[in-house]
């Protein structure tokens, strides 16, 4: 090399690539939110059609900001690389009907490293606002949401599991493994002092049959007394046509508010199945971190 190509390579070298983005920063992006008449979140694709522009506080925003930032960390920017602030944040939904906190729900994408829903609530009276929004997977939900007969709307509920007059916010989670599991995971999350939202249960509700096209296991709730609900397991033909079959029941516990429900009791009508009357993904040894935690495998 002699050297004028030595001084134009180095020159090169020393010289900024201004072909390369810069990476984004969350606090530069302003999210919008929206509000629907039938009070819950839309899904891409989603035939009940969009909402109205509503206020977000900028406490809520922050927290969304917060939340992206965190994310961007975790998944890397080699699979972040070109997003842009509407890419990464669509619209925020708000929901009402937990007392005086509103809820906004915020998807956040962050291309190859995935989707998630981060759930926020605010006090308009005290602006006090959810601290450390949990979050849930987005992928499957937002994926053909509209024609997959596993999703029931609302997506955003609401329920009394401690029949003290304080709801707990539900939100149905879609969930895939990649292979052979498909199910809707219901996460309850209960309404702490300062806006925290604990889960205290989740229920697996819907889950096809991987062997037979034609079954639909289904689990149902109902409270029998304060901190204390009972689990119902069904198999049922997935037309609906055949009556379904009852399979057995758990019974839960609660030691409270903010307390996840536990397994006290299993009544199952083969003792072979015993292990899927809460969830069909551990088995029993795994029942009580399944009502506490959900589904994780997201892939």
């Known amino acids: 090399m002699n050297r004028l190509s030595f001084v134009v390579t180095l020159a090169l070298l020393l010289v900024p690539l201004a072909g390369l983005a810069a990476p984004l920063d969350p606090a530069s992006c302003t999210p919008t939110a929206l509000a629907t008449k039938d009070n819950d979140i839309r899904l891409e ?5 969009p909402g109205n522009p509503v206020d977000m506080p900028a406490a809520v925003i ?34 009402t009907g937990f007392g005086r906190a509103q809820l906004f729900v915020a998807e956040i994408r962050v291309g ?32 053909s949401a509209t024609d997959d007969p ?11 599991l401690f029949r003290n007059q304080h709801r707990q916010v539900v939100f149905e989670e879609r969930v895939h493994n990649g292979t052979v599991y498909n199910g809707v995971v219901y996460h309850y999350f209960d309404i702490g002092p300062n806006l925290e939202l604990v889960r ?68 199952s009508r083969d003792k072979a199945g015993a292990g899927t009357l809460v969830t069909f993904t551990e ?17």
């Open 45 to 49: 694709g989603d035939w009940r059609g």
């Open 62 to 95: 922050e927290q969304v900001r917060s939340a992206a930032t965190r994310l961007l960390a975790r998944v890397g920017a080699e699979v972040t690389e070109g997003l842009v602030c509407d890419d990464m944040l669509p619209p925020v939904y708000r929901v």
């Open 112 to 143: 190859t490293g995935g989707r998630f829903f981060y759930l926020v609530l605010y006090d308009p009276a005290t602006n006090t606002v959810t601290q450390d929004p949990p979050w849930l997977g987005a992928k499957f939900l937002t994926s």
């Open 150 to 160: 596993l999703i029931k709307t609302p997506i955003v509920s609401s329920a009394d």
């Open 200 to 267: 205290v249960l989740a229920r697996e509700t819907r889950v096809p049959d991987a062997t037979r096209k034609d079954r639909l296991y289904q689990r149902e709730l109902a409270v029998l007394k304060k901190m204390r609900v009972r689990l119902d397991l069904y198999a049922a033909s997935a037309d609906g046509k055949v009556r379904r079959e009852s399979l057995g029941y758990t019974v839960l516990q609660s030691a409270g508010p903010g307390h996840p429900f536990r397994v006290v009791e299993r009544h």
């Open 283 to 299: 088995g029993v040894d795994h029942d009580d971190a399944f009502l506490r935690e959900g589904y994780r495998m997201y892939y």
